[in-house]
């Protein structure tokens, strides 16, 4: 026990990434603690978030844990010392969640946990699950107690170095400020893969120049709108207003009027002057979503307004200046509308002055446990019913299809199977399997769903079987393309600059020409 406790002790002074640090605790929480499964949890407001894991499935990462809805998890914040549960009727949050070697779906029935405090202030939260009921019956509290301090400093200490570097990238802003503003405005931008943090690190440096044009390209669905309010919440702008403009919405005949205003009797029922969105994000930040679809008769004062930072209201004499940071976004290829003729080609190299490319779903399939995570719990509190959780059937058939809407496709379809289980199991909690997602389209012939959940899984898990999906029908689609990805691409449903990125991460070679 001693041993166990340094070695955590020494992690908190070692030179570690936060997710690092996590880890290595939780291993020692399960070589000290008889458990199935632990989890580190840090407190935000009234919600618990989980900040890692060992032994629960990895959709966990992407839910939160309201204390109101949670009652073993309010009484374990509540207590100044360690608190165990047994046959107490309260409903365990972790039920159904443990991975192996518990059985699939099994249900926790011995539960311990401790507040996480620092300075008398409660933190977080250390939670110990099994599924043998007499568990937890000679664990001594104090020990238990020993390891809830110093899991507290540790997520002391993994807040204190993301909160210097932050403030260290944004001089002049307060760090805690900070931290909180990232996790309400950017909650929504689950996964930890690659692509996503590559995306995060891209938003971090473009959101500090707070003047420079962004062109935010990327297929229907991945979340562009979200990325341009991110940019801006993280930007030195986030205190000014934030104007969302959707130009496939604007009829050309008023376009120019909604953007830039208009004067008195300007034009038939103008007898007032009214301001355009450009001044009234004056001092913040202009989105302009779907600008491939803005009328070419508009594009020359947008481009004067992003050269000159001034604008002319329609009718009026005198241009006005205006301090506004322009933020496109698009899932056109604005190059080839260029070449079409549909867009100026001046306009285009003003706006992506900084292109920032959002990934599709289909190059980030590890966040789809966690996005499904996080969708399960919007879909409990939209419909009302008790906890909401996939089958590792239904979870393999989410992995397993392409999704060509992206993130917006997988929250409907999530929202409509958590309605289909809820409606059979009426408002209690419900388990959704691959029978209750139909409507998700898998056509694509995913993996393999229905029968019991092999008790060996097969060599590289899950992944490696759903990548090995994914290289055959690449091929598939190059053979009977000759070669050509472009050809290959429309088979598939993917744009070809997304096909090119695939391949070269899954090592598809290209083939004959």
């Not at 499964?37 to 935000?44: D, G, I």
């Not at 549960?85 to 365990?92: E, I, Q, T, Y």
Request: aromatic fraction near 4%; glycine fraction near 10%.
């Amino acid at each position: 026990m001693r041993d166990a406790l340094l070695r955590v002790a020494l992690d908190l002074t070692a030179h570690l990434a936060s997710a690092d640090r996590d880890r290595r605790l939780l291993q020692a929480v399960r070589r000290l603690i008889p458990c199935d499964a632990t989890a580190l949890l840090a407190l935000q407001g009234d919600v618990l978030i989980p900040r890692a894991v060992d032994g629960l499935r990895p959709e966990i990462l992407g839910r939160r844990f309201p204390l109101k809805d949670h009652p073993r998890l309010a009484a374990i914040v509540a207590s100044d010392g360690p608190v165990t549960f047994g046959a107490c009727g309260l409903p365990d949050p972790f039920d159904g969640w443990m991975a192996e070697p518990a059985p699939p779906l099994a249900d926790v029935h011995a539960c311990m946990g401790c507040a996480l405090r620092v300075e008398g202030q409660v933190v977080g939260a250390l939670t110990v699950d099994a599924a043998d009921p007499q568990a937890y019956a000679g664990v001594n509290d104090t020990d238990f107690a020993l390891l809830a301090a110093l899991a507290g400093a540790a997520l002391h200490t993994a807040g204190l170095v993301d909160a210097l570097a932050l403030a260290a990238r944004r001089a002049g802003v307060v760090a805690d400020q900070l931290l909180a503003d990232a996790d309400r405005r950017s909650g929504l931008l689950v996964g930890t893969s690659a692509p996503m943090r590559t995306l995060r690190d891209e938003i971090e440096w473009v959101a500090s120049a707070g003047d420079v044009p962004v062109l935010i390209t990327g297929e229907t669905g991945v979340g562009k709108e979200l990325v341009a309010r991110a940019i801006h919440h993280h930007s030195p702008r986030a205190k000014g207003p934030l104007i969302h403009v959707n130009c496939a919405a604007l009829p050309e005949s008023i376009a120019d009027a909604e953007l830039f205003g208009h004067a008195p009797g300007a034009f038939t029922g103008a007898g007032q002057a009214r301001a355009g969105r450009f001044e009234a994000a004056d001092g913040g930040t202009l989105l302009l979503d779907e600008v491939g679809e803005l009328p070419l008769s508009v594009q020359p004062k947008l481009l004067r307004a992003l050269q000159f930072g001034e604008i002319q209201r329609v009718g009026a004499d005198r241009p006005v200046r205006v301090d506004v940071r322009v933020v496109a976004a698009t899932n056109r290829d604005l190059e080839a509308e260029v070449a079409a003729g549909r867009f100026r080609a001046d306009l285009f190299h003003r706006l992506q002055v900084y292109p920032v490319q959002v990934p599709s779903l289909r190059a980030r399939p590890s966040d789809i446990p966690l996005l499904a995570g996080h969708f399960l719990d919007a879909a409990r509190v939209r419909l009302g019913t008790g906890p909401l959780r996939l089958t590792p059937a239904a979870t393999a058939a989410l992995v397993a299809h392409e999704w060509p809407g992206n993130v917006r496709e997988l929250e409907h379809a999530v929202l409509r199977a958590a309605i289909r289980a809820a409606g059979a199991g009426g408002r209690a909690a419900a388990v959704i399997d691959a029978h209750h997602l139909p409507a998700v389209g898998l056509s694509e012939a995913p993996l393999p769903v229905a029968g019991p959940v092999p008790a060996e899984p097969p060599p590289g898990g899950l992944m490696a079987e759903v990548e090995a999906l994914k290289r055959r029908r690449i091929h598939q689609a190059l053979d009977a393309s000759g070669g050509n990805v472009a050809a290959a691409a429309r088979r598939l449903g993917l744009d070809r600059s997304n096909l090119h990125r695939l391949m070269g991460r899954l090592g598809v070679d290209r083939g004959p020409a």
